[in-house]
Structures are given as C-alpha cells and as structure tokens.
C-alpha cells in the first residue's frame, strides 16, 4: 500500500477541493443544491479517488482510479467554466481555481506516465 497523502497530486488535489469549497460559498444560494454541490463532489472525487487507488496492488488498478481523478478535475474544470461565463461567484477566485485545475491535469499526465514505465 502505497502512502498517498505524500503524493504531490493528492496534495494538490486537497488544495483544490479546500480552495473549491471556499468558491462555492461566494456563489449565489439558488446554486447551493445544484452547480454547488456538483462541484465540490466533483473536487472531493479527485483527492477520494487518488487515495482509494493507492490501495490496490496492481499498476493498471491504480492507474484506472487515476483516470478517474482526472475525469473529475475535467468535470470541475466544466462546471468552473460555466460559473464563469454566468459571472457566479468570486471571478478571482474562480480564475486561481482554474489555474489550480489545469496545473493538476498536467500532474496527472506525468504521474500516469510513471506509473506506467514504472519510474
């Protein structure tokens, strides 16, 4: 088993689901059950998932659970996006939120690539 609170994409990733809760609660209430909830389930998927990963004991396992997390910072990054385009929420905080985002997907194409050769 593999200790994930020491990799640098689950770090980040808890960055992310802190600094997109913080997001959320700068968003209009109407938004409280919908886009909201959305997105912080999709932010607690990428950390969730990097960690249930990191218990399984063959390579391929883990690196599905990865792609998974990856899945859910693209689903983030959508739904940010559209907050965005409708002016929902803090736009500062949105735009750090983005660049948090984008800095994980490319995270996640290098872990994936370890993973994979074995690095």
Known sequence: MRDF???????K????AVQTFRFVATMPKTEQFGLCTQMTRAA???TSNIAEGSSRSSVKDYNRFVEIALGSSYELET???ITQAT???????CIQLLG?????QKMF??????LMTGV
């Open 100 to 104: 948090q985002i984008r800095e994980e």
């Open 44 to 46: 607690v998927s990428i």
């Open 87 to 93: 002016a929902m929420g803090n736009p500062e905080l």
């Open 5 to 11: 609170k020491q990799l640098k994409i689950w770090q």
């Open 13 to 16: 990733g808890l960055e992310i």
């Open 79 to 81: 739904q940010v996006l």
């Open 109 to 114: 194409v290098g872990f994936q690539k370890s």
